[in-house]
């Protein structure tokens, strides 16, 4: 065997040894896999303490581009808005998606209101205590016309509850290397308000009551101690 040919046989032993370590280290199990399947029609009540659903007010919907998009991402999608028995309303959308080892920033909010014409303002991250832990969430204010529209959000991977952005996409990364492919959700609360403070205050409340009325395994889906996924973050 030549030279040339002895380096073009090494060459292709090389590559086709770097195409199987790429498979083998490729993720491959589902976290979603390894519970029990749900659907969000029915694991999120639609009444519970002091709310009901209100079929007269409607979320934000995606322009038909990005909802194409999200239908190629997520598994489940919900969007209902609750009144309460002070005719207070808050509209919750969740988008569910058995394979998240892509980067959801697209869905974000930020995004989806932009897309529909809405100015985006007083972005800022924090906590939402809830009787069951701590959720890192983002608050944000969307404007568009008399619409003041105040937002509280957050992101899971996995189950874990994480920033949106460089630590969702870390989290979505280290799942990848055991080997797993994370499943996640994201959770919008909105309310059209003056009032931010008082808005966010409701959506809080709101919250609160939803966890309270979910049992612990459905609460692990929000990103709350979920039986079997790691300790969530402090903030």
Known sequence: MN???RRATLILLLMLAAAGLAFAAKPRQRVSELGPAFVLETLVPRQFGAWRV?????????????RALMEKIYSQTLARTYVDTQERRIMLTIAYGSDQSDDLQVHKPEVCYAAQGFNILNEARGTLETAFGLLPVKRLLAQKGARNEPITYWVTVGGRATPAGLQQKLEQL????????????????????????????????????????????ERGRFGLARPGARSQPGG
């Open 3 to 5: 030279s040339k040919l």
């Open 54 to 66: 209100d079929e007269r007010v409607l979320p934000v919907i995606p322009d038909p581009s990005a």
């Open 174 to 217: 280290s799942y990848g290397l055991t080997g797993k492919v994370p499943d996640g959700m994201l959770v919008r609360v909105s309310s059209i308000d003056r009032d931010e403070a008082a808005a966010y205050k409701a959506q809080a409340e709101f919250l609160q009551d939803l966890l309270g009325a979910l049992r612990a395994e």
